[in-house]
């Protein structure tokens, strides 16, 4: 048996001053951040940069985990200190100094020094500890969000930061492709010096905008026993005792796992099926595009089809994506249709990331009781912060298997989260229901 949920009220954007504003600077946040995803794209930006640098299939597989991973992994670290606050924001404006000054090597060394080590421990320590500081900060993110976002209005709200910030992340992918060019007068390293510092400007932005939130004070729930042993108590219980929230955590892990391989995509397609590298900045854009629609559309399928039903729509996809990737090396060699296979494929995983990221992050929010919320979402966080390291294990996969192996397994997950997803509801849905029947 799941404890209750206390809700928040549903009021509208037009009733409540406070939550207009809330809700508008909480989605030019997001806009921001959007941009920054797509400055430092770890699937392709990052990895192209490294692929300048080396072919080791290990370290071009990292860049995804690392990024997604190093935010999730340390927020079960921070929960017991998230839940005896009564404000979060202040956590989160504490941990901003630092994120801040951690991109000033990403930008320096490139303009610095052409030296290959140098460039690739600058990178890889750069999506390996920024992460991680960004991560300390993310459960009060999150913490915040639920506060000033009532739960119907959430999947909307992700979706909103997420569609404008498409809009602006076009301009983004704009100025990649001018700066990457081969008549771009800037040469590599120092066109990526380029796109790095315009990310930590953006970045800047971001952070200033969360800080303008008007946060609630509210009641701390405190854990009644303090330590490590008392949290792993919590933990097995979460995990044993509220079905609900363990088979959304298991569902989200299968499809983490799956969505991990994305890194390599780029690099299957120049390996096995000559695609020029040059044309990283036209998946680029088929991303942005495509997913700027998929969230746009996202956040009004939340609202009449419900969370589920999108997470579901996210995982059915990633079937067809890892499908196509799995008898690609069936289809396609002698062929000439390498580019466009490969473009329906990125557009296929925008819809799927697009559609699974609104799904899976309203449900985070929405499956905890509120006050073991901090607790359920830095469990939760972590955990798929551990699965995503995991798949730093694609690269061994691939030297081992080979790339038919590594999607055939992506394939496989996809399918179990697939499965596991159809058992998910939304419990701020169903409470909706009931009180629409009473009313």
Same mark, same amino acid.
């Given at each position: 048996?799941?404890?209750?949920?206390?809700?928040?009220? =549903?009021?509208?954007?037009?009733?409540?001053? =406070?939550?207009?504003?809330?809700?508008?600077?909480?989605? @030019?946040?997001?806009?921001?951040?959007?941009?920054?995803?797509?400055?430092?794209?770890?699937?392709? @930006?990052? @990895?192209?940069? $490294?692929?300048?640098?080396?072919?080791?299939?290990?370290?071009?597989?990292?860049?995804?985990?690392?990024?997604?991973?190093?935010?999730?992994?340390?927020? *079960? /670290?921070?929960?017991?200190?998230?839940?005896?606050?009564?404000?979060?924001?202040?956590?989160?404006?504490?941990?901003?100094?630092?994120?801040?000054?951690?991109?000033? &090597?990403?930008?320096?060394?490139?303009?610095?020094?052409?030296?290959?080590?140098?460039?690739?421990?600058?990178?890889?320590?750069?999506?390996?500890?920024?992460?991680?500081?960004?991560?300390?900060?993310?459960?009060?993110?999150?913490?915040?969000?639920?506060?000033?976002?009532?739960?119907?209005?959430?999947?909307?709200?992700?979706?909103?930061?997420?569609?404008?910030?498409? %809009?602006?992340?076009?301009?983004?992918? /704009?100025?990649?492709?001018?700066?990457?060019?081969?008549?771009?007068?800037?040469?590599?390293?120092?066109?990526?010096?380029?796109?790095? /510092?315009?990310? /930590?400007?953006?970045?800047?932005?971001?952070?200033?905008?969360? +800080?303008?939130?008007?946060?609630?004070?509210?009641?701390? +729930?405190?854990?009644?026993? +303090?330590? %490590?042993?008392?949290?792993?108590?919590?933990?097995?219980?979460?995990?044993?005792?509220?079905? #609900?929230?363990?088979?959304?955590?298991?569902?989200?892990?299968? #499809?983490? #796992?799956?969505?991990?391989?994305?890194?390599?995509?780029?690099?299957?397609?120049?390996?096995?099926?000559?695609?020029?590298?040059?044309?990283? &900045? *036209?998946?680029?854009?088929?991303?942005?595009?495509?997913?700027? @629609?998929?969230?746009?559309?996202?956040?009004? $399928?939340?609202?009449?089809?419900?969370?589920?039903?999108?997470?579901?729509?996210?995982?059915?996809?990633?079937?067809?994506?890892?499908?196509? %990737?799995?008898?690609?090396?069936?289809?396609?060699?002698?062929?000439?249709?390498? $580019?466009?296979?490969?473009?329906?494929?990125?557009?296929?995983?925008?819809?799927?990331?697009?559609?699974?990221?609104?799904?899976?992050?309203?449900?985070?929010?929405?499956?905890?009781?509120?006050?073991?919320?901090?607790?359920?979402?830095?469990?939760?966080?972590?955990?798929?912060?551990?699965?995503?390291?995991?798949?730093?294990?694609?690269?061994?996969?691939?030297?081992?298997?080979?790339?038919?192996?590594?999607?055939?397994?992506?394939?496989?997950?996809?399918?179990?989260?697939?499965?596991?997803?159809?058992?998910?509801?939304?419990?701020?849905?169903?409470?909706?229901?009931?009180?629409?029947?009473?009313?």
């Amino acid at each position: 048996m799941r404890p209750a949920v206390t809700n928040l009220s =549903d009021n509208s954007l037009s009733e409540d001053k =406070d939550l207009r504003w809330n809700y508008r600077i909480g989605v @030019v946040n997001g806009v921001a951040f959007r941009v920054v995803d797509t400055l430092v794209n770890p699937s392709l @930006v990052m @990895v192209v940069f $490294l692929s300048h640098l080396t072919d080791n299939p290990i370290l071009l597989g990292m860049p995804m985990a690392l990024w997604s991973g190093g935010f999730m992994i340390a927020q *079960l /670290a921070t929960t017991n200190y998230v839940r005896g606050l009564t404000r979060a924001l202040p956590m989160y404006k504490a941990v901003s100094i630092f994120r801040a000054v951690m991109w000033l &090597p990403l930008v320096a060394v490139p303009v610095l020094t052409d030296d290959p080590a140098a460039l690739i421990v600058t990178a890889v320590l750069f999506l390996v500890l920024y992460p991680i500081v960004w991560g300390v900060s993310g459960l009060a993110f999150y913490e915040v969000v639920s506060k000033v976002i009532p739960p119907r209005l959430r999947a909307p709200f992700f979706s909103w930061r997420m569609a404008l910030g498409g %809009l602006f992340a076009l301009g983004a992918s /704009a100025f990649i492709e001018r700066v990457l060019a081969p008549e771009s007068p800037l040469g590599f390293p120092r066109n990526y010096a380029l796109i790095f /510092a315009a990310a /930590a400007i953006v970045t800047l932005l971001g952070l200033q905008t969360f +800080h303008m939130l008007r946060e609630p004070e509210s009641e701390a +729930h405190p854990p009644e026993r +303090h330590g %490590l042993r008392a949290s792993l108590a919590e933990v097995r219980a979460a995990l044993r005792e509220d079905r #609900l929230f363990a088979r959304f955590v298991w569902a989200r892990v299968a #499809l983490l #796992l799956a969505a991990g391989t994305a890194p390599l995509i780029i690099v299957y397609g120049q390996s096995s099926f000559g695609l020029p590298l040059n044309t990283a &900045p *036209l998946f680029l854009m088929a991303d942005t595009l495509v997913g700027l @629609v998929t969230v746009a559309a996202s956040g009004w $399928l939340s609202l009449r089809l419900g969370n589920r039903w999108l997470a579901l729509i996210s995982a059915g996809l990633g079937l067809a994506v890892f499908g196509l %990737l799995a008898a690609a090396g069936t289809i396609l060699p002698g062929s000439t249709l390498a $580019l466009p296979y490969f473009l329906v494929i990125f557009i296929l995983l925008a819809v799927m990331n697009g559609t699974g990221n609104i799904s899976f992050s309203a449900l985070n929010l929405n499956i905890p009781p509120v006050e073991q919320r901090p607790l359920y979402v830095g469990l939760s966080n972590t955990i798929f912060g551990m699965a995503s390291y995991l798949s730093l294990v694609q690269g061994v996969i691939v030297a081992l298997a080979g790339y038919g192996a590594l999607f055939g397994l992506a394939a496989l997950l996809t399918g179990v989260g697939l499965w596991l997803t159809f058992g998910l509801y939304d419990p701020t849905e169903r409470r909706e229901a009931r009180r629409g029947r009473a009313g």
